[in-house]
């Protein structure tokens, strides 16, 4: 099984500043078919979640430019380059190469 | 736009077989090639694949479930089920149905207890 771990656990930021999450695989997420299915997910108190990033680095639709993702192979990270009070809430990186797993979750929350 | 709701009891008692259902409005599962799934969140846990239908029929568990799991595609009523036998208090928890991880379900809570 592919396990997903996610760093930090809570994230405590500045209203305005940047924030980074960092989600390490334990094997790679290349598929045989050359795309790397790991996602990012948004899910503020109270919500089901919300797809932010797919594909790695492509946002989905109505997802605000602040927001961003990057890595390869076993190492991702998403970004936000300005927090608003509206980004408050869990964030999980989820990989759809091998079965699906989910990270266990990163608190994002204002200081 | 597509719209996904569960359905369900709320509660079940323990060694019982949980059931549940998601009713897809706004598309077909005829003309979409993707996979339909079951995602769970114990009350202030993270996210648990249970497992995903695709489009064809075929089925993929999550091999710590896979044992006690069903899903099925209803395309003519275009709704996908759950079903979770056996459970205990450990499969309390918020469950999602989902196309993929795109679009998601409000959610229903279904608690384990006698």
């Known amino acids: 099984d592919i396990v997903l771990t996610q760093t930090p656990i809570s994230s405590p930021v500045t209203l305005g500043q940047p924030a980074s999450i960092s989600c390490r695989s334990s094997q790679s997420l290349v598929h045989s078919d050359g795309n790397t299915y790991l996602s990012w997910l948004q899910q503020r108190p109270g919500q089901p979640p919300r797809l932010l990033i797919y594909?790695?680095?492509t946002r989905f639709s109505g997802v605000p430019d602040r927001f961003s993702g990057s890595g390869a192979g076993t190492d991702f990270t998403l970004k936000i380059s300005r927090v608003e009070a509206e980004d408050v809430g869990v964030y999980y990186c989820t990989q759809a190469t091998h079965l699906l797993t989910f990270g266990g979750g990163t608190k994002v929350e204002i200081k | 736009q597509l719209q996904l709701q569960e359905s369900g009891p709320g509660l079940v008692k323990p060694s019982e077989t949980l059931s549940l259902t998601c009713t897809v409005s706004?598309?077909?599962?005829?003309?979409?090639?993707?996979?339909w799934g079951w995602i769970r969140q114990p009350p202030g846990k993270g996210l648990e694949w249970i497992g995903s239908v695709f489009y064809n029929g075929n089925t993929f568990y999550n091999p710590s479930l896979k044992s006690r799991v069903t899903i099925s595609l209803h395309t003519s009523r275009n709704q996908f089920s759950l079903r979770l036998s056996s459970v205990t208090a450990a499969d309390t928890a918020i469950y999602y149905c989902?196309?993929?991880?795109?679009?998601w379900g409000q959610g229903t809570l279904v608690t384990v207890s006698s």
């Open positions: 989902a196309r993929e991880v795109v679009e």
């Open positions: 594909k790695v680095s």
């Open positions: 706004g598309g077909s599962f005829s003309t979409s090639k993707f996979y």
